[in-house]
């Protein structure tokens, strides 16, 4: 079965620089999910698209931003980064039923390096 | 706020034998779902296993059950005939009914030895 596809996997960045991290949902999912997940932490919930508009908000820096596009692909766009913002990005997806709330389903992250 | 808690960091087991991994939430609300996750050293966070807290009967998938005590918030896993593949991070994931952001407790650790 497909899975969320997340890239790049790997991404090196030098401090002030920005970044774009993208998000394939797994095929008719209409939600996702973004979480950071520093070292030996848990994931924290960044922020959250249903039908490309902002379902929900975490604790995301004023510095980054994301949107969801009309074939449902996420992209996190990070700007000015920090050494702090060097984490595990997980993308995740799930389908909206309306009544009940369906699990989501993890990509393999985009590891992200600030020097 | 919902809030999960893992008390305990690290567990250990050997191959074949049982391990059950402790998790407690708080929440006002009545309707919500319960998770647990594997991240294994791959990073990959990977479903194991989900409770809708409206449901009595305890979720099972294969050697992975859970038991789940609404009124004391309470949402243990069981692994039974444990395998070096078990070896992995494991998190409790708590989403209100709104489904939106999943809450995370900070992990258990298990190593599954030989």
């Known amino acids: 079965a497909a899975g969320v596809i997340q890239s790049p996997r790997h991404l090196i960045k030098e401090k002030r620089e920005t970044a774009t991290l993208k998000c394939y949902p797994i095929p008719r999912h209409d939600t996702v999910y973004w979480y950071q997940q520093g070292p030996g932490q848990d994931p924290q919930f960044l922020i959250s698209?249903?039908?490309?508009?902002?379902?929900d908000k975490g604790s995301i820096p004023d510095r980054f931003s994301a949107q969801q596009f009309s074939d449902y692909h996420s992209e996190l766009n990070m700007s000015s980064l920090e050494l702090g913002d060097s984490a595990l990005y997980f993308c995740?997806?799930?389908?909206?039923?309306?009544?009940?709330?369906?699990?989501?389903?993890f990509g393999p992250g985009t590891r992200l390096t600030v020097l | 706020a919902q809030t999960v808690t893992q008390s305990q960091p690290e567990m250990s087991v050997q191959e074949a034998e049982t391990v059950t991994l402790s998790c407690t939430y708080d929440t006002s609300e009545n309707n919500y779902y319960l998770f647990w996750y594997k991240q294994p050293p791959s990073r990959q966070m990977i479903l194991v296993i989900r409770q809708e807290a409206y449901k009595q009967q305890n979720a099972t998938e294969n050697r992975f059950s859970v038991n789940f005590q609404k009124a004391a918030k309470s949402f243990s896993l069981k692994i039974s005939d444990s395998q070096l593949g078990d070896t992995a991070m494991y998190f409790c994931a708590f989403l209100n009914q709104a489904g939106t952001a999943l809450i995370f407790g900070k992990g258990t650790t298990l190593s599954v030895s030989s």
């Open positions: 995740a997806s799930s389908l909206y039923t309306g009544l009940n709330t369906d699990t989501q389903y």
């Open positions: 698209f249903y039908e490309k508009m902002q379902s």
